[in-house]
Antibody, heavy 121, light 107 residues
Framework: QVQLVESGGGVVQPGRSLRLSCAASGFTFSSYGMHWVRQAPGKGLEWVAVISYDGSDNYYSDSVKGRFTISRDNSKNTLYLQMNSLRAEDTAVYYC??????????????WGQGTLVTVSS | DIQLTQSPSFLSASVGDRVTITCRASQGISSYLAWYQQKPGKAPKLLIYAASTLQSGVPSRFSGSGSGTEFTLTISSLQPEDFATYYCQQLNSSPRTFGPGTKVDIK
């Protein structure tokens, strides 16, 4: 069965960096686009970034562009999110999610359980 | 960027009720719209994609319709397990924005 397991969250000071990982299993990871979506405490969902199945293409939300980098290692079936220059407003649960159809698909059919990132001094 | 609005933002309903949630896009997105259900402390679950296609395993009481800028999610007969928050998402272009959510609560 498909599993997505995020890790790497924690408490970090403003301005510092953190790298999240998402370990995938149960499907051909290298065939699907992958996304990061976040949810601030008590708030709605915010799409963060996408990466194509081969890592050649990516897009970011304006709120993280220039600070966050999405990447993947298809040999390790793992998705990453490098987060630099963290701000208090980046505090959220971060989910990785699988694209339904390859890349640029019509929805996200599997999600991880989420990892909490808290940016605080 | 494409903005999504949802109405209502909150609704109170009873088991067995027919419930309709509306999602409006700031510009036309064809049928590139998905609906998700999220329960407290859990990841979202895909219900509907391409505006009206039911995701595998989702009960048939859920249905979606619409195209262009106006979309609806309908639950034909609300069940106890359906009390949750529902989000629409546009996948026409990046950023793949979500709507603000509709919380469905027990009357």
């Amino acid at each position: 069965q498909v599993q997505l397991v995020e890790s790497g969250g924690g408490v970090v000071q403003p301005g510092r960096s953190l790298r999240l990982s998402c370990a995938a299993s149960g499907f051909t990871f290298s065939s699907y686009g992958m996304h990061w979506v976040r949810q601030a405490p008590g708030k709605g969902l915010e799409w963060v970034a996408v990466i194509s199945y081969d890592g050649s293409d990516n897009y970011y939300s304006d709120s993280v562009k220039g600070r966050f980098t999405i990447s993947r290692d298809n040999s390790k079936n793992t998705l990453y999110l490098q987060m630099n220059s963290l701000r208090a407003e980046d505090t959220a649960v971060y989910y990785c999610a699988k694209d339904l159809y390859g890349y640029d698909g019509p929805g996200f059919d599997y999600w991880g359980q989420g990892t909490l990132v808290t940016v605080s001094s | 960027d494409i903005q999504l609005t949802q109405s209502p933002s909150f609704l109170s309903a009873s088991v067995g009720d027919r419930v309709t949630i509306t999602c409006r896009a700031s510009q036309g997105i064809s049928s590139y719209l998905a609906w998700y259900q999220q329960k407290p402390g859990k990841a979202p679950k895909l219900l509907i994609y391409a505006a009206s296609t039911l995701q595998s395993g989702v009960p048939s009481r859920f249905s979606g319709s619409g195209s262009g800028t106006e979309f609806t999610l309908t639950i034909s007969s609300l069940q106890p397990e359906d009390f949750a928050t529902y989000y629409c998402q546009q996948l026409n272009s990046s950023p793949r924005t979500f709507g603000p959510g509709t919380k469905v609560d027990i009357k």
